[in-house]
């Protein structure tokens, strides 16, 4: 194995954990329950919304992770998906799911 695939199946195997977690927080069958206050329903509500909207982060970096274990496979792991430049290995040891350099990440995220 690669240090790129350990990072990307590390980092594959968090999200994984955390989405477990998640899925029972963001189940809102837990809302129903008779035995909560109204307080602890207002927090309950607020911690499920909080709870859906990192599951939706959790999945989407889900789909980054498989998406560049994918790329690795085809060896087309590393370069930028805008200009093909290198991505420097110090960018990809803090995000190894990423696919473009900095210059064209900074021109995606101002769109
Ligand atoms: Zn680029």
């Given at each position: 194995m690669t240090?790129?695939?350990a990072r990307l199946e590390n980092?594959?195997?968090?999200i994984l954990e955390e989405l477990d977690l998640l899925k029972?927080?963001?189940d809102p069958v837990a809302l129903d329950q008779p035995c909560i206050?109204?307080?602890a329903r207002i927090d309950a509500i607020q911690q499920n919304e909080m709870a859906k909207s990192n599951l939706r982060y959790f999945q989407s970096q889900l789909n980054e992770v498989n998406a560049a274990l994918q790329r690795l496979e085809d060896e087309e792991y590393g370069f930028c998906e805008e200009?093909?430049?290198d991505i420097p290995d110090a960018?990809?040891?803090?995000?190894p799911e990423v696919r473009f350099c900095v210059g064209c990440q900074e021109g995606h995220e101002s769109l």
């Open positions: 240090e790129h695939q980092l594959k195997a968090h029972d927080q963001a206050g109204r307080v200009c093909g430049v960018r990809l040891a803090i995000k």
